[in-house]
Each structure stands twice: as structure tokens, then as C-alpha cells.
């Protein structure tokens, strides 16, 4: 099948996907991520107050994207557009926007402090796609099998266990240093490398559905259903 025809599929399917996303979930982090960069705006904030803001911001808005994982529909109707197609269109349509608020809030703090509330752009950006990229490639697994509301809380579930254990480690093994820290160019190298990683699980969960798994059945048990249902 031609490029072509793959285009329209896609130009067809970008309204009703549009109209399909729950924008509630989107809506709400886009409000708590401001709240999130707001004391990096204050007079005189501490050190890396910026930073941990931005990176709260990422986990919200990428935990809101998750929600647009789940074709809730899937199971109802016949498509003729490969899921590929579908999933992906549903990743970009909430991804994008997500992504253009999240730098929009970056520039805000750049432009109200200086690089000791952020550190290094390149290095920063990294860390908030790897952080919302971790919920969309949890929320994609989930959608694989399941098609239902609760399998799109996979996404933050996801980002939660990560969050959660990575937080405890200490210098110098935390994932999470401020700018100055000496560990920043390692750890960093490390963000760069989970990058990759997380796209690679997105591909992989968008494919086509797995076929589903059947035990095989006994022949003497079919003739006895056989002769129970005469």
C-alpha cells in the first residue's frame, strides 16, 4: 500500500481521534504543572526549585498523554487502518501538546531565573521525555490487552514505581541531581542512553495486537460437549 494511502488514512482518522481523547486528565496537568514551576518564579528561590518543577511538570503532562492509549472502542468495530497507525496518531495528538506546554513553561523559568534553577537545556530536556515517555510506553503495554479506562493508569502507575524507588538513592547513584552536582554529566549520560530504551518499548507495544492464546482441547472433551448439547 502506498505512502499516499496511508496519509489519507491518517488525515481521515485525525478528527475523530481528536474528538475520541479525553482532554479532562491533559487539562488538569497542564493546570497542576504551572502550579508545579511557580515557586522557581518567587523572589529568590532555593537552588533547583526550577528544575524539580519542570520535572514534576513532565511526569503530570506525560501521565495525562497516557490516557489517549486505550481505544476503548477496539473491540466494538472493524477498522481497516492497522493499529500502528491508530496508536501512533493517538500518541501525537496528545504528545504534542503536551510537549509544547512543557517547553513553554521552560522558556517561563529560563527566562525568570538563571541556569542554576535548570541546568544544562539538552540534559533537561532529556529528562522530561524519558519522564513522560516512561507513562506513555506503560499505558501502550497495558492497551495491548486490555481496552478499558483503568488500563491507561498503567502510564502513571509506571511513572509512580520509578518515581518511587529511584528517589530513596542517594548521592551518588540519584538520578535526580541538581545543576552544579559533580555526579551531572554521568547521570546524565544515563538519561540519554533510558531515552532509546523507551521509544524502542513504544514500538514494540503499538504493533499489531498479539494473536490470542488458546489451549488446544481434547478431542474426547469435544465429544462429550457434542453429546451434552444433543
Do not use: K
Amino acid at each position: 500500500m502506498s505512502v499516499t494511502v496511508r496519509q489519507r488514512q491518517a488525515l481521515l482518522l485525525l478528527g475523530p481521534l481528536i474528538r475520541a481523547v479525553p482532554w479532562g486528565p491533559p487539562a488538569a496537568a497542564a493546570a497542576l504543572s504551572g502550579l508545579a514551576v511557580l515557586p522557581a518564579l518567587l523572589d529568590e528561590p532555593a537552588p533547583g526549585t526550577g528544575l524539580w518543577g519542570l520535572r514534576a511538570a513532565a511526569m503530570l503532562l506525560g501521565a495525562a498523554a497516557s490516557f489517549a492509549m486505550v481505544d476503548r472502542m477496539a473491540p466494538l468495530t472493524i477498522d481497516p487502518t492497522p493499529r500502528w497507525l491508530r496508536q501512533w496518531l493517538r500518541l501525537t495528538v496528545t504528545l504534542l501538546p503536551a510537549a509544547t506546554g512543557w517547553l513553554l513553561l521552560y522558556a517561563v523559568v529560563r527566562a525568570a531565573t538563571d541556569a542554576t534553577q535548570t541546568g544544562p537545556a539538552g540534559d533537561v530536556m532529556v529528562e522530561a521525555a524519558v519522564c513522560a515517555l516512561t507513562g506513555l510506553a506503560g499505558a501502550a503495554v497495558a492497551a495491548r490487552h486490555r481496552h478499558t479506562s483503568t488500563a491507561a493508569l498503567a502510564g502513571p502507575g509506571t511513572q509512580a514505581v520509578v518515581v518511587t524507588t529511584t528517589l530513596v538513592l542517594g548521592p551518588p547513584h540519584s538520578p535526580w541531581p541538581l545543576p552544579g552536582d559533580p555526579t551531572w554529566a554521568t547521570t546524565h549520560g544515563y538519561w540519554r542512553a533510558a531515552l532509546p530504551l523507551t521509544v524502542a518499548v513504544l514500538l514494540l507495544a503499538n504493533r499489531a495486537t498479539w494473536p490470542m492464546l488458546r489451549w488446544p482441547t481434547r478431542p474426547d472433551r469435544v465429544g462429550q460437549r457434542s453429546a451434552r448439547s444433543g
